[in-house]
């Protein structure tokens, strides 16, 4: 099992340009999570899905877009990048028991820096 | 380095000692708690988990304590390595509530 893999690694986008960013998981996981990680701030979640087609907002959505077409993959995009949007970014997957959640798998990380 | 440790709380301590990490959580309704290990460049690493029904937990060198009164959770390293050295972070979930909150981190730095 490869786990949770993420593409790209890194990154360097221009303001104003925009990106995908794509998460995959060969868990079966129903539920799927990206997150962003800034110094001294920790874990931030910007967008989350619980199930194949759906998607919810986080603590930091906006700027953000997701989509969750498979159950298997997790997109974010950026349609209009901003420096302030130059962070590591993760992606996390994890079982859904049935009355609460088992942990989380994480991915590698993208690290994007925008210009 | 990976600069994921800038400002956040340190605690160095000696190859062999054991260490003991503290982690405050917010929330009294969360009954599902998960210690992570973060490596400079990584993602977060699952270490160990636990659930509001029990007040400990042990696995490989390794101790999740849980005190649901003053809402406490620590994570005990047993004979602490070189490799232990990283980012670690305590996470809480209400179960029935599909995301986990996670603290700010702690830094452990192990010295030969």
């Known amino acids: 099992n490869a786990g949770v893999t993420q593409t790209p690694k890194f990154r360097v986008l221009k303001t104003g340009q925009s990106m995908t960013l794509l998460c995959a998981q060969d868990m079966n996981h129903e539920y799927m999570y990206w997150y962003r990680q800034d110094p001294g701030m920790g874990l931030r979640l910007i967008h989350y899905s619980v199930g194949e087609g759906t998607t919810a907002k986080g603590e930091v959505p906006d700027g953000y877009n997701v989509s969750r077409l498979k159950k298997q993959n997790f997109l974010l995009g950026l349609e209009s990048a901003a420096p302030s949007q130059t962070s590591v970014y993760f992606c996390?997957?994890?079982?859904?028991?049935?009355?609460?959640?088992?942990?989380?798998?994480f991915g590698p990380g993208t690290r994007l820096t925008v210009l | 380095g990976e600069s994921v440790g800038l400002h956040l709380p340190t605690l160095s301590v000696q190859e062999g000692d054991n260490s003991i990490i503290n982690c405050a959580y917010s929330n009294s309704a969360s009954d599902y708690f998960i210690w992570y290990k973060q490596e400079s460049g990584k993602g977060p690493q699952f270490i160990i988990d636990?659930?509001?029904?029990?007040d400990k937990r042990q696995g490989q060198r390794v101790t999740v304590l849980l005190n649901k009164t003053v809402k406490h959770l620590s994570l005990q390293i047993a004979a602490t390595q070189p490799g232990d050295s990283a980012v670690y972070f305590c996470?809480?979930?209400?179960?029935?509530?599909?995301?986990?909150?996670f603290g700010k981190g702690t830094m452990l730095l192990v010295s030969p």
């Open positions: 636990i659930r509001s029904n029990m």
């Open positions: 996390a997957s994890s079982y859904w028991f049935g009355r609460s959640i088992d942990t989380q798998y």
């Open positions: 996470a809480e979930n209400n179960s029935g509530y599909s995301t986990l909150t």
